[in-house]
């Protein structure tokens, strides 16, 4: 009988899908842009444009929800590494997801309701929710109003190193997302962490 666990509130669970499905048009959407054809585009251009600006208006909003709810409820202290030995049980992760894992081995640090993340995962969520994502925001904000950004830096078109960000910014987050959707399937059974993420129960 599998052993059972409640990890995830309602708002944490509501926002996470909210926050998936935003970044996966934005993905998209600005895929079509960045890598505009016209005899072969994911979604036309101009309408692109305009899904883009308000997917990424709607993730700014998300993302305030996110911060506001994580210092309210306290959540943001899953996203502290806790000491001691933070980067010994990382390189235990690492050898598990690289290696263990696939040999049937046991989880090393399997999640508790004081800590939903090992020690990576606090690292690698705290990086991209604290870092990443705020550059993506903000580079974004600068696109939809221009005029904020400097007219040189470096000698360069001041939007020209915003750009650059903003895509790097933006290919980093879908680089998690995709590791994201594979650590998922290596739950108990291979739905049981999405099952997680809908009903908040983590099962053993």
Same mark, same amino acid.
């Given at each position: 009988?599998?052993?059972?666990?409640? *990890?995830?509130?309602p708002?944490?669970?509501?926002?996470?899908?909210?926050?998936?499905?935003l970044?996966?048009?934005l993905?998209?959407?600005g895929?079509?842009?960045?890598f505009?054809?016209?005899?072969l585009?994911l979604v036309?251009f101009?309408?692109?444009?305009?899904?883009?600006d308000?997917a990424?208006?709607?993730?700014?909003?998300?993302?305030g #929800?996110f911060?506001?709810?994580?210092?309210v409820?306290?959540?943001?202290w899953?996203?502290?590494?806790?000491?001691?030995?933070v980067l010994?049980?990382?390189?235990?992760?690492i050898?598990?997801?690289?290696w263990?894992?696939?040999?049937?081995?046991?989880?090393?640090?399997?999640?508790?309701?004081?800590?939903? #993340?090992?020690?990576l995962?606090?690292?690698?969520?705290?990086v991209?929710?604290y870092v990443?994502?705020?550059?993506?925001?903000?580079t974004g904000?600068? #696109?939809l109003f221009?005029?904020?950004?400097p007219?040189?830096?470096?000698?360069l078109?001041? *939007?020209?190193?915003?750009a650059?960000l903003?895509? *790097?910014a933006?290919a980093?987050?879908?680089?998690?997302?995709?590791?994201?959707?594979? *650590?998922g399937?290596?739950g108990?059974?291979p739905?049981?962490?999405?099952?997680?993420?809908i009903?908040g129960?983590?099962?053993?």
């Amino acid at each position: 009988m599998s052993h059972r666990i409640y *990890l995830l509130p309602p708002w944490l669970r509501i926002w996470h899908w909210t926050n998936a499905t935003l970044m996966i048009v934005l993905a998209v959407t600005g895929a079509s842009l960045h890598f505009a054809d016209p005899g072969l585009h994911l979604v036309p251009f101009s309408l692109a444009a305009k899904i883009h600006d308000i997917a990424g208006v709607a993730l700014l909003v998300a993302y305030g #929800f996110f911060v506001l709810a994580n210092i309210v409820t306290g959540n943001w202290w899953q996203y502290v590494p806790k000491p001691p030995g933070v980067l010994a049980r990382c390189w235990k992760q690492i050898v598990f997801y690289g290696w263990g894992i696939f040999w049937g081995a046991p989880h090393p640090y399997p999640p508790t309701e004081e800590a939903n #993340f090992n020690a990576l995962q606090a690292i690698v969520y705290w990086v991209i929710m604290y870092v990443v994502v705020p550059v993506v925001i903000l580079t974004g904000v600068v #696109f939809l109003f221009p005029d904020l950004a400097p007219a040189k830096i470096f000698g360069l078109d001041g *939007l020209l190193p915003v750009a650059m960000l903003h895509y *790097l910014a933006g290919a980093a987050v879908i680089l998690f997302m995709l590791a994201h959707i594979y *650590l998922g399937t290596t739950g108990v059974r291979p739905t049981s962490l999405f099952k997680m993420m809908i009903t908040g129960w983590h099962e053993e």
